[in-house]
């Protein structure tokens, strides 16, 4: 029967095409995770025998001195404190900042969609152009702004500026989410006697879960990686992570530590991983609700 | 002075006047429909009376007391919507008893009459469900239950079946009808559909582009309609209306009507006042359920004029058979019983109740009044 070679072919050519399409996605599996096995491989090994021999090759010798000494003893600028104080600087900027322009981009979605008024998207208009903005550009307008309102070089003062900056992004995804949210709720419950923020906490806070949980990874990876703003408006005490890594990495003097170094990084990157890996899930599913519906 | 009143209402968005003048009171324990075609303000004239809209101009009062300004939760009015706008993260007993909480009724209270409504609404095994679990019939009735709850003074409901398929829709409107009987509420019912309002309203509010056409018990609106729109919205098949000419003879006005072959025939008007209209065009308006065959025709109606004319198609639709046919060069269609034995073709004798006959002014296509 025709039918019957028809289907063979279907099914070989579909084996073939799938054995490329798995080889191309190792291949780039592959491609992305080569660094970070170098970096872990390294980061267990002792200096001598990465200056003495192959950064590919499994250390002889296994030690997690490197990682102890990173996180609490290695030369940060002038101080041997490990990257442990700026590890907790950054946990104590990014934790605020995200919650605080989570739950302010909320607020900001609610009122733009469901209590609308004269002038909205003018508004909205201007909140989603500071997205657009430049950070270089607002790097002296805003260190004159903490400087006058007496935060500057503090982690108040940062969380500050990760807020600001986040607004635009947490609003707008917010505001997407909620412009597909059945505005017949609200009335309903407006019926039923829920004020303003009782219908926000009762009604759409919690139909809202996939939407914080994009905008949370969104916020915490952007403000835990972020270099800029932690390196020009930090001070001595409140400097995050990537500042403290970057010192780390520079200042060491005589022999690079590369295995202290390659610890370092790996420390610094694994909140974010781990929020990834965590909830990444929740993160494509999110995205697609989001762009599906708005 | 009614429970609630409507009183000279306009709205407008922004230069756009979409409601103009509207005046409705409503009796404790009226059924009032509002009823049109989409886009008439069916569903903003509601909006206004809950307060979920503001208004523009005029006066809405419940009890005597003005509601303008008033919020939506102090009016003490329930409302169901179209999409039953259910709350889906609460279950079946939270989404009813979410207003009293508001309301800050104890929670024995809350729960005492949740339970009353859930058994009347025969939705008591459903009370722990998600409304994502509920299928359309029983959210609709979730829905009532919510509205129910309150025990409001009116009852606001947003096309509320048009959700559903045709048998449920039927049922539901027969239990809604039950439910105003033995509840005795006052209950304002946007729909779009004609029969639903007959079917359920004490009276009806016809609307049209902003207006209100007409007010009335079903029986004034379906007989003496106050203008074609009117006429031809109400009823199913449409009222058939079509050009005429009053003619004046022995006395009594007669409509002269022409049928396919273009001769005029002359059907005997009672309404004695178009005397006055002799000689001049009117618009004459006949149910397709007056035109009958002789045998059918209405025993108690004193007028029952003969009309010659070609059977055009027909249409056995079990209960009745319908016929088209050509009258003052349009499409009307008859209403006969289903065992009447006509043929496309033929030449038929048909018996027509000018009784129930209407004549409009074709330039204003208001009804005459007699
Ligand atoms: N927010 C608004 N801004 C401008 N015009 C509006 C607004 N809301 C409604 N309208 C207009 O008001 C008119 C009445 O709308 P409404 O929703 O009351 O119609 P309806 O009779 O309920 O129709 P349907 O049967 O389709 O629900 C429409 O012409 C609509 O375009
Ligand atoms: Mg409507």
Same mark, same amino acid.
């Given at each position: 029967m025709s039918g019957a070679v028809d289907t063979g072919v279907a099914i070989r050519t579909n084996r073939v095409t799938r054995t490329f399409i798995y080889l191309f996605l190792l291949l780039f599996a592959l491609f992305y995770l080569l660094p970070l096995a170098v970096m872990l491989i390294n980061s267990v090994k002792p200096l001598s025998e990465i200056t003495g021999g192959n950064m590919m090759a499994l250390p002889n010798v296994w030690t997690f001195e490197p990682w102890r000494e990173a996180w609490s003893s290695a030369q940060i600028g002038v101080q041997p404190t490990g990257l442990r104080p700026y590890f907790i600087n950054s946990i104590l900027i990014v934790v605020p900042a995200v919650a605080i322009s989570t739950i302010m981009g909320a607020l900001n979605g609610y009122v733009l969609t469901k209590w609308r008024f004269r002038g909205d998207t003018i508004l909205f208009g201007m909140l989603l152009f500071s997205c657009f903005i430049p950070f270089q550009i607002v790097l002296i307008p805003m260190a004159r702004v903490l400087g006058m309102i007496g935060l500057a070089g503090s982690v108040p003062g940062l969380i500050l500026v990760h807020v600001v900056y986040g607004l635009g992004f947490t609003t707008l995804y917010f505001r997407n989410y909620y412009s597909a949210f059945p505005t017949e709720l609200v009335r309903a419950a407006q019926i039923d006697g829920a004020g303003f923020f009782r219908i926000f906490y009762r009604i759409l806070l919690p139909l809202s879960g996939p939407i914080i949980v994009v905008t949370i990874i969104w916020q915490f990876t952007n403000i835990w990686n972020d270099f800029l703003f932690g390196s020009s408006f930090a001070g001595q005490a409140s400097q995050p992570m990537t500042v403290a890594l970057n010192n780390l990495v520079q200042s060491?003097?005589?022999?690079?530590?590369y295995n202290v170094h390659f610890a370092g990084a790996i420390l610094a990157a694994l909140p974010t991983l781990i929020v990834y890996i965590v909830s990444g899930r929740f993160f494509v599913r999110g995205l697609m609700a989001g762009s599906v519906k708005g | 002075m009614g429970l609630l009143d409507i009183s000279n209402v306009t709205k407008s968005y922004g230069a756009v006047?979409?409601?103009?003048?509207v005046d409705i009171s409503v009796d404790e324990g009226e059924f009032l429909v509002l009823v049109g075609?989409?886009?008439?303000?069916k569903s903003t004239l509601l909006s206004m009376i809950a307060g979920l809209e503001g208004i523009t101009s005029g006066e809405i009062s419940i009890k005597g007391r003005?509601?303008?300004?008033?919020?939506p939760s102090k009016r003490n009015i329930a409302m169901v919507f179209q999409s039953y &706008? *259910?709350?889906?993260?609460?279950t079946v007993g939270q989404n009813i008893t979410f207003g009293l909480e508001m309301h800050g009724t104890p929670k024995p209270e809350r729960e005492d009459a949740m339970n009353r409504v859930a058994e009347m609404l025969q939705i008591d095994n459903l009370l722990?469900?998600?409304?994502?679990? *509920?299928s359309g019939g029983q959210r609709q009735r979730v829905a009532m239950g919510r509205a129910l709850?309150?025990?409001?003074d009116v009852f606001l409901f947003d096309e509320? *079946?048009?959700?559903?398929d045709a048998k449920l829709r039927v049922d539901m409107r027969t239990e809604i009808k039950k439910l105003h009987q033995s509840l005795g509420t006052t209950i304002v019912y946007v729909t779009h559909d004609q029969i639903e309002a007959m079917t359920l309203s004490t009276r009806i509010a016809v609307m049209n582009k902003g207006y209100v056409q007409q007010l009335g018990t079903p029986k004034e609106i379906y007989d003496?309609?106050?203008n074609v729109f009117v006429a031809t919205f109400m009823g199913s098949p449409a009222m058939n209306v079509f050009p005429s000419r009053i003619v004046v003879k022995d006395g009594a006005p007669h409509a002269a009507v022409t049928g396919h072959d273009g001769v005029e025939q002359l059907l005997r008007f009672?309404? &004695?006042?178009? &005397?006055?209209?002799?000689g001049r065009e009117i618009l004459l308006g006949i149910r397709?359920?007056?035109?009958?065959d002789p045998e059918g025709a209405?025993?108690? &109606?004193a007028h029952i004029a003969s009309l010659r004319n070609h059977i055009g198609v027909t249409e056995p639709a079990g209960s009745d058979t319908f016929v088209t046919m050509t009258l003052g060069g349009r499409d009307a269609i008859a209403r006969m019983r289903a065992d009447v034995t006509v043929r496309a073709g033929e030449i038929f004798d048909f018996a027509v109740n000018m009784d129930k006959a209407v004549a409009f002014d074709?330039?204003?296509?208001e009804r005459i009044q007699p």
């Open positions: 060491s003097t005589g022999v690079k530590a | 006047e979409v409601l103009h003048s075609p989409s886009g008439c303000g003005t509601m303008n300004g008033v919020h &706008a *259910l709350y889906p993260n609460m722990s469900r998600k409304p994502g679990q *509920l709850v309150r025990d409001p509320p *079946l048009s959700n559903l003496t309609p106050s009672p309404q &004695a006042n178009l &005397a006055a209209w002799d397709p359920e007056t035109i009958t209405d025993r108690n &109606a074709p330039k204003t296509e």
